[in-house]
């Protein structure tokens, strides 16, 4: 029987009570079931929308107090092996050095004159490192000093100009190697010349020094005092200073603390002593005139101190040191 539907009017629509079929072969009836032109029912598939994928969150979680680390979380709740800051640091610093390549060989390839410059301009840069520089720097030997100082005083003397020039042209061209020749002392002496060196062992030092010394400034033009480079004055000084500590130490040793020393030792001290000063009549003249005045004062106060241990007589003045 078919259901009615009463119409606002009041008339009543008859529905059919058998499913009505499409030509498409769906039909559309009672129920939620979809059925085919066969008639047969299927249950419908449930679908379910794929769900979103989470991203992985990559942490890095910070530690300012020991080490930096860096954690990795992944979905599964396990975290992935991890390296510390200071371990990929280490790893990129040893890969750009291995790049860079060795300094040392580098360094081993240069010329002298090269591998000097290279130093210099490093030393003016970081001049920090110029103790560290030289606490690492094996303390020189006599001869090393005293081969350095023989290159450096004949190339002074190579550089005089031949004939006569007038003085300040001569400085003027030799101020490059006397500028070297002093730094040549200055440098090495000090080793020979300290407090703690025996006097035996800086007389070695400081009795060659002197010859170079007189042999340069008796090459140069006729200067006054006034007239002398600093750098040659300043080195004189030092060198009576030297000179002084020296005398003052050995007059110690022998007339108030009872020392002695070998006959041998004490003639070798006497021959330096003349080498050093010069002798004869003709007079020195300008700079040359006063560094032969202290000479001959030194040496006439040695042999008057200690000129009885090999029993020499003070050597007579020349007149022109009177």
């Known amino acids: 029987m078919a259901a009615t539907y009463s119409s606002p009017n009041h008339q009543q629509i008859p529905f059919p009570s058998s499913p009505l079929y499409s030509s498409l072969g769906f039909s559309f009836g009672g129920g939620n079931s979809i059925s085919s032109a066969s008639g047969s029912a299927s249950t419908p598939t449930k679908q379910h929308q794929p769900s979103t994928l989470k991203k992985s969150l990559k942490k890095r979680e910070f530690n300012d107090e020991e080490d930096t680390k860096m954690s990795i979380g992944d979905d599964d709740g396990e975290n992935r092996p991890v390296r510390t800051l200071k371990k990929v640091k280490s790893t990129l610093n040893t890969n750009v050095e291995s790049e860079e390549g060795d300094v040392g060989v580098l360094l081993a390839s240069l010329p002298r004159e090269s591998l000097l410059n290279v130093m210099n301009n490093v030393i003016n840069q970081e001049p920090s490192i110029k103790h560290l520089i030289m606490n690492k720097i094996p303390q020189p030997t006599i001869s090393t000093y005293l081969n350095a100082l023989n290159d450096s005083t004949c190339n002074i003397i190579q550089s005089i100009p031949i004939g006569h020039s ?156 009177a």
């Open 166 to 321: 007038r003085p300040t042209y001569t400085l003027s061209r030799l101020k490059g190697p006397i500028s070297n020749w002093t730094k040549v002392i200055s440098t090495y002496l000090p080793f020979f010349t300290s407090n703690g060196v025996h006097v035996t062992d800086k007389f070695i030092a400081i009795q060659p020094t002197t010859v170079e010394f007189i042999k340069v400034i008796s090459r140069l033009p006729t200067l006054t005092n006034d007239e002398i480079p600093q750098s040659l004055s300043g080195l004189w000084d030092k060198l009576r200073k030297i000179w002084s500590d020296w005398f003052e130490v050995v007059d110690a040793m022998v007339n108030r603390e009872g020392g002695m020393f070998s006959s041998s030792v004490v003639n070798n001290w006497a021959k330096g002593l003349d080498e050093i000063c010069k002798s004869g009549p003709d007079k020195p003249l300008g700079f040359n005139h006063s560094c032969q005045v202290d000479l001959i004062n030194l040496r006439q106060n040695w042999e008057t101190r200690l000129g009885w241990l090999i029993a020499r007589d003070i050597t007579p003045r020349p007149e022109w040191a």
